[in-house]
T-cell receptor, first 116, second 114 residues
């Protein structure tokens, strides 16, 4: 069975610093995709970044980057130069290539607070 | 650009009453559509998905049903609401099921069942 686990319930950092959020996953599939989403206070869910399991290079989009450690089934999200507006709940998600449901399995979420 | 609209924005309903939530996507033909549910403070759980008009597959049984009457429309409904139906309902779309494309979410509908 697939499972995604985010053990950090909440994190608080000072603005303009770097923060890392952890995520580990379980799957028996050889090919899969990992995603990070952000949920704002209004409830809006925004796609941030994706990592394909067959790619060795860590994905980077803007000030978001990933630390993909496949042997450890880990996909950490790194946010550099944090801003107040980065305060949100961050969800890690996974889907297998072979599923015909497009089913995303989400982690429990990590609440990030950015302090001035 | 694709836009996704959900209605209503929020609902307060009585236990045992019927419910209908809607989702419309514009700017993309034949999208794959999904319904998700999120309990307050919880994670997202996929409920239904649809790859074409008239075809809907259930992922989780929560005494809800879904339909896709038009290519750009996805409806979530039930004839009798339960207290456990309270939460945040989100519609999402993606390009297709096979590729790795991510899903994009609508603004959601907050449902309170009393």
């Amino acid at each position: 069975a697939q499972k995604v686990t985010q053990t950090q319930t909440s994190i608080s950092v000072v603005e303009k610093t770097t923060v890392t959020m952890d995520c580990v996953y379980e799957t028996r599939d050889s090919s899969y995709f990992l995603f990070w989403y952000k949920q704002t206070a209004s409830g809006e869910i925004v796609f941030l970044i994706r990592q394909d399991s067959y790619k060795k290079e860590n994905a980077t989009v803007g000030h978001y980057s990933l630390n993909f450690q496949k042997p450890k089934s880990s996909i950490g999200l790194i946010i550099t130069a944090t801003q107040i507006e980065d305060s949100a709940v961050y969800f890690c998600a996974m889907r297998a290539l072979n599923y015909n449901q497009g089913k995303l399995i989400f982690g429990q979420g990590t609440k990030l607070s950015i302090k001035p | 650009a694709q836009t996704i609209h959900q209605w209503p924005v929020a609902e307060i309903k009585a236990v045992g009453s019927p419910l209908s939530l809607g989702c419309t996507i514009k700017g993309k033909s034949s999208p794959n559509l999904y319904w998700y549910w999120q309990a307050t403070g919880g994670t997202l759980q996929q409920l239904f998905y649809s790859i074409t008009v008239g075809q809907v597959e259930s992922v989780v049984q929560l005494n809800l049903s879904a339909s896709r009457p038009k290519d750009d429309q996805f409806i979530l409904s039930t004839e009798k609401l339960l207290l456990s139906h309270s939460g945040f309902y989100l519609c999402a779309w993606s390009l297709d099921l096979v590729s790795s494309y991510e899903q994009y979410f609508g603004p959601g509908t907050r449902l309170t069942v009393l």
